[in-house]
DNA sequence: AGAGGCAACGAAATCGATTTCGTATTTTTC
DNA sequence: GAAAAATACGAAATCGATTTCGTTGCCTCT
């Protein structure tokens, strides 16, 4: 490894010098600098970074944290989408994007330690346990973060506008004729769930109806089994099918458009189905999706503004959401 | 920040004494040891990475090459899910997981540089531009790398058995009648798409059946336009349709089925479909896919367990596929 | 009792950068 | 041409750990 004293050495001048020269200092005469940098280059020479930050201390690096004891791994597209558009907004700007630990080699630390340790200048929070102990020393201590997609307390957030897609789910079927709509949720430990439910009761009231609780079933996770057990609950609860389903995600949807299948109804002559989230490739099954497109580009992208802001307080703290993310209906085969 | 030096202070000895005690060095009293560690904890010390770094260099951090140039994102359920398992797995021996840049700050680096900044301890290539400039230099740096479903010169490759997953698929399809099976190869740019594409021309070899080229159709991606146009040219170029059709991804098959539909022919009826990747959905789709499994998981923890061997030096740099993952054919309702 | 060995600790060097401050030289100003 | 100011550089401190090596005191053994 070439150091900065190794290339004082053959320039024939102080460390010191060589320093300011790399950094391009206007200390360093014109001449001394090309001098440096053609040696430096041709020692093959490269920083190091742990010297570098022992002094300077911002790491230029932004946490990741993923918590993988909830059932949603990277594989999950909303999120993965998200981190995709984060890290590239943020290496543009020269940051490195890593994940939140809980331990280095043998030893185990919280997640506030892990990023005191590593000096790390933000977090962005993709998914984690809402209740785990050490979430809130985290979110407590200062560190500039934001969340997406999520209800944590005082760290600001990104998410879509869930009231918006629902009202525009709910008033299109309600233009297509539908009275009777029932609502699968999605597991109401999730703070979108939440909010979609609510905007779903929102909306009846708006127009006059009155909420059925028969109508609304919980599905016990965003994916496809869940899906079918809650049509399936749902159809048990009426006894019989309503006229058009409002499904909280698509993997629900599809899961329940699979189960009323196997039932023998048809979508959509018997039967209207909407999801949320327009996964790619709810346009290429049969029938395609109607559905409520998220914004993976714009919540990551935001969410990745918002945190550099913070870095560079430009911005301070502001506790819940920040930003509410435009949707929009996608229209497609699944609605009559 | 608090450091050794402050809880030296406190304790009445030296830093030194201090980092011996919390590194559990047998130089130090168990009295003393003891107090140390009260001591630490009480005051909430947290060690600096960069000054410990400094000293001993290995960084406990190992790099992840994902680059975007490609038209590959995170999003690619393949390479996350395989970046999910590959991260459970060195994360729980306590490396830190982080993506290869090329940036720091307003500085370019190469990847090489980057990781020399950086004291990375390993990398993982997922996705890479072969061509690359900069790819070579650090494939040939001497820093432990592997990759998988790759085909990079040089570097030990984790990668399933296209070969073993072709044949299956294709004996199963002349097993159950077929005479002219079409393949509908991978971009020939990717390496498993080329590995498919032999083992398709061998196992007919095999059965001494001999190739005809109008049978076979490059898609432009592996994705669902791409299949979807390679059918189009596969029905121009043979005026009609075969038996059945081997696709080289879940995406290609999904898209031709869709492209098939469209012109009014039923699968698996008229035809049938082969995939390949087994992705979630593909049990959920109409008709669902019969495919050929990759063993995601067992990609993920194979590419860190070899990664790991080589960062202990438990194992040298054999260049070239250092395993060869086994497949499973699923078989569902999309052949006949 | 004296030699040898061990346990427990501290002083100081070290890792490789950045940064402050002092000094010598040159340039500007009146 | 002398004083003032700007420029270019180096010495040394610093960041916060680890590690080597030397020193002390105490115990053991003959």
Known sequence: MVTIYDIAKRAGCASSTVSKALNNSNQVSKKRKEEILALAKEMGYVPNSNARLLKTKNSWSIGILFSEDLNIGLEHHFFSGILQEFKSYVEALGYEVTFVSKKVGAQSLTYLEWCKYKNIDGVLILTVDEDDVNLKEL?????????????????????????????????YLMLKGAKHIAHISGPLRSFSAKERLQGYKDTLEKHAIGVDEKLIVEAYNYDYKSGKNALLQLIKQNKGIPEA??????????????????????????????????????????????????????????????????????????????????VELIIRESTK
Chains 1, 2 share one sequence.
């Open 139 to 171: 979110t407590e201590s200062g560190i500039p973060i934001v969340t997406v997609d999520n209800g944590l307390i005082n760290v600001p957030t990104i998410i879509s506008d869930n009231f918006q897609g629902t009202r525009m789910a709910l008033e």
């Open 245 to 326: 389903i409002y499904a909280a995600s698509d993997d629900i949807a599809l899961g329940a458009i699979i189960a009323l299948r196997e039932l023998g109804f048809k979508v959509p002559n018997d039967v209207s189905v909407i999801g949320f989230d327009n996964i790619e490739l709810t346009r290429y099954t049969s029938p395609s999706l109607t559905t409520v497109s998220q914004n993976k580009v714009m919540i990551g992208t935001e969410a990745a503004k918002h945190l550099i802001a913070l870095i560079n307080k430009e911005t301070h703290i502001a506790p819940g959401i920040v930003k509410r993310v435009p």
